[in-house]
């Protein structure tokens, strides 16, 4: 019984051992991957009464390549975001605690239909996360 | 009747599914429900609330859980409610089965019930959002119902008050690429076996602090695999009272269903020495 620890903790490293060294933007599935995915990820928005209606005033084709171009930027796919700080984009709106969540349980959604890896979608959830206090209740 | 006991309350940990719509919270970030009523794990609680309410929401979860040792059978029941991610109260009921005890000590009773009303507030932080881990302080109020034995074991008191400072965070990937639960309470009680061997004692009868981790491993948004440790006081001079371990892992279904299951060590309990056992917590949440 107390070796199930290690065994457990074991069972990790050897999953760690597999990871190769492709960039997050390849195992996202590089441009077709992370297009797919953000395509998936405003059908779900576009679904979801919590937050479909702050897309109503928005350039829905402009996020789109806004989306895409700032996850190659931060899952080094090699792309420049030179749009708008995360900050200045969201400033003014109010975003919520409950329409971040939201958001991020729609990207999930959209992750787990593309079949995205756990670790994967953790990598990018972690370069996301981050953008929390740059987006809500500002 | 007891045949239809346990469909009963199953039935009764479904009422939580059918809140309306799903709240925003991520899934598995409401926890388990501990033994004492509020949201962690089985036996130490975390800084997240009840539920998957988020700030402009509020959430709950209904749990019933079973532990049994060599010697002891424990079940607990509760309820818990919180309110825009701000604020968390909690109801919970215990009873203990002590028969190997009552029989030693040559005693009539052979059930501890206990009521733990709790509430916990978060101070600061988010579980997942923020660089800083969620910090949530809590105050537990417990009221031991038969206080005959933990009178006669030399427990001053059958009714108590105790606080903690909760703080928990998740890494997304943090352990090799999956998500990693670390967890740390500092606890100011003078609990004995958490209060169901009543308060105080004859060796000592302040109010102390005791530490708490917690660590986890999502497989997956909806497997974690974890342990606890939980350092007790020893207060009275009639037993020592060990730490408590347990190694778990909960399955979150989705925001309405969770399941523990768990192997405990809660070592010498009054008198009794190497209780280890095996815990089940269902969940049931909005």
Redesign the interface.
């Known amino acids: 019984m107390t070796r199930w620890p290690a065994i457990i903790v074991c069972c990790f490293f050897l999953a760690g051992c597999v990871t190769n060294e492709r960039t997050l933007y390849q195992r996202l599935g590089g441009e077709a991957g992370v297009d797919a995915i953000v395509y998936q990820l405003l059908v779900n928005i576009a679904e979801d009464k919590r937050v479909d209606h702050r897309f109503r005033a928005v350039d829905i084709e402009k996020f789109r390549q806004g989306f895409v171009m700032y996850i190659c930027s931060i899952a080094d796919g090699g792309c420049e975001y030179d749009n708008d700080s995360m900050r200045a984009i969201h400033a003014g709106h109010n975003y919520t605690d409950t329409e971040f969540n939201a958001i991020v349980d729609n990207l999930i959604r959209a992750m787990d239909a593309e079949n995205i890896d756990t670790r994967t979608q953790n990598a990018l959830l972690a370069l996301l996360a981050p953008t929390y206090k740059d987006v809500v209740y500002l | 009747m007891r045949k239809y006991l346990w469909f009963l309350l199953v039935l009764w940990l479904s009422i939580p599914a059918l809140a309306g719509?799903d709240r925003?919270?991520?899934v598995a970030t409401g926890g388990a429900s501990t033994v004492e009523g509020g949201a962690g794990g089985g036996i130490v609680p975390m800084a997240v609330l009840a539920g998957y309410g988020?700030?402009?929401?509020a959430g709950g979860a209904l749990f019933l859980s079973a532990l049994s040792t060599p010697d002891y059978n424990m079940q607990a029941l509760g309820a818990s409610w919180s309110w825009r991610?701000r604020v968390e109260v909690s109801l919970a009921r215990q009873r203990l089965q002590h028969s190997a005890l009552s029989e030693a000590l040559g005693v009539q009773d052979t059930t501890i019930e206990q009521t733990i009303a709790g509430i916990k507030v978060r101070l600061v932080g988010?579980l997942?959002?923020?660089?800083m881990p969620q910090i949530s302080l809590g105050v537990n109020y417990k009221k031991n119902h038969d206080f005959f034995i933990p009178a006669a074991a030399g427990a001053v008191k059958d009714s108590d008050t105790e606080a903690y400072l909760a703080a928990s965070k998740v890494y997304?990937?943090g352990?090799?690429?999956?998500?990693l639960l670390l967890n740390g309470v500092a606890r100011y009680t003078r609990a004995n076996q958490t209060g169901l061997v009543g308060f105080g004692g004859d060796n000592n009868h302040q109010h102390k602090l005791y530490g708490e981790l917690s660590a986890g491993?999502?497989?997956?948004?909806h497997w974690l695999?974890g342990?606890e440790w939980k350092q007790k006081p020893d207060n009275l001079s009639f037993a020592s009272e060990d730490d408590w371990h347990t190694?778990f892992v909960a399955w979150f279904a989705n925001k309405h269903w969770a399941m523990v299951g768990g192997?405990v060590d809660l070592g010498e309990v009054a008198t009794l020495p190497d209780q280890?056992g095996w815990y089940l917590s269902l969940q049931g949440s909005f």
Do not use: P, Q
């Open positions: 719509s925003s919270r991520i988020a700030k402009e929401e991610n988010d997942l959002y923020t660089a997304l990937g352990f090799f690429g999956y998500n491993v999502f497989y997956n948004k695999i342990t190694l192997y280890n």
